[in-house]
C-alpha cells in the first residue's frame, strides 16, 4: 500500500511512531511537502492519506490547502483511508463543509483527552495528549466523536468507518517533542491555557501507550 504524507506544512512536525506503522506493515511512505514545493499526488497515487500539522490556519488564502482540500474530497468519495492531526484534520473538516474557528481555549502542551466513543475498539478512556493549537473544528453531521480534553470539546472524529481526525497529537515520538518545543518555543508562552513551556513539554515522558494507540486508529481506519 501506499501511504502518502502531506508533512510540513512545518519542517518540525515530522510523522513519528506513523512512519513506525507504516514500516511494520510493509508499506511503501512518500511524504510531500506542498508549501514549499507546490506537489501533491493524485488520488490514483494514493491508496492512503495522511494529513500532518502546520502554523497555518485552513482558513488562509494559499491555494495549496484548497488543493489539498480537493484531494481530501476525492479520496473521501473513493472510501481511501484518510488520517489528519491538527491542521490536517481541520483540512478534513473544511473539505466536508464545515467550519475551523477560535477554540475557547488555547492548548500548548500535555493533557488528558476522554474517548466518548467506543467505535474503535480497544481505546482506554483516559489518554496523555500532545497538543498544539488554538483552533477547534467543528464534528461534520456524519461523524461521531472519539476524542474530548477537559477545555475543547472537540478534539477528535471518526467519519464514516475510514477518516479520523484528531486536534493532538499521538504520533510525536520522543525526538519528534524535542524538535517540535525547540523550535517552537515562544508559542507555549503566549495565552496557553496549559500553561506549560517548551522545557517543560521536553521534559515530560511520551506514553508508551500512545503509539500503541496511534498503530490502533490507523489498522481501524485500513481494515
Known amino acids: 500500500m501506499r501511504v502518502n504524507i502531506l508533512q510540513q506544512h512545518t519542517s518540525n512536525e515530522g510523522p513519528g511512531s506513523i512512519r513506525d506503522w507504516i514500516h511494520a506493515n510493509n508499506n511503501e511512505m512518500y511524504v510531500y511537502h506542498p508549501d514549499q ?5 493524485t488520488a490514483a ?13 485552513p482558513n488562509d488564502d494559499f491555494p495549496w490547502l484548497e488543493e489539498e482540500r480537493e484531494l ?5 468519495d473513493e472510501r481511501k483511508p484518510i488520517f489528519g492531526a491538527c491542521l490536517g484534520a481541520q483540512q ?27 467505535a474503535i475498539p480497544g ?29 475543547n470539546e472537540n478534539q477528535g472524529f471518526l467519519y464514516h468507518d475510514n477518516v479520523i481526525g484528531l486536534q493532538f497529537h499521538f504520533e510525536p515520538m520522543k525526538d519528534n517533542v524535542r524538535e517540535i518545543a525547540i523550535n517552537d518555543n515562544q508559542y507555549p508562552l503566549e495565552n496557553n491555557d496549559l500553561h ?28
Open 92 to 118: 478534513i473538516v473544511k473539505a466536508l463543509g464545515y467550519q475551523v474557528s477560535q477554540a475557547p481555549h488555547k492548548e500548548v502542551g500535555w493533557a488528558p483527552v476522554y474517548r466518548q466513543n467506543d
Open 123 to 151: 481505546i482506554p478512556e483516559k489518554l496523555t495528549a500532545l497538543h498544539w493549537h488554538q483552533d477547534m473544528f467543528e464534528i461534520p453531521d456524519d461523524a461521531k466523536l472519539l476524542f474530548s480534553s477537559d477545555l
Open 72 to 76: 481530501i474530497r476525492t479520496l473521501i
Open 37 to 41: 514545493f507546490g506537489n501533491l499526488p
Open 196 to 223: 506549560q513551556t517548551a522545557a517543560e513539554i521536553i521534559n515530560h515522558d511520551v506514553p508508551a501507550e500512545n503509539k500503541q494507540v496511534m498503530f490502533k486508529l490507523l489498522n481501524y481506519i485500513t481494515k
Open 45 to 57: 497515487e494514493t491508496d492512503m492519506l495522511v494529513v500532518l500539522g502546520g502554523p497555518m490556519s
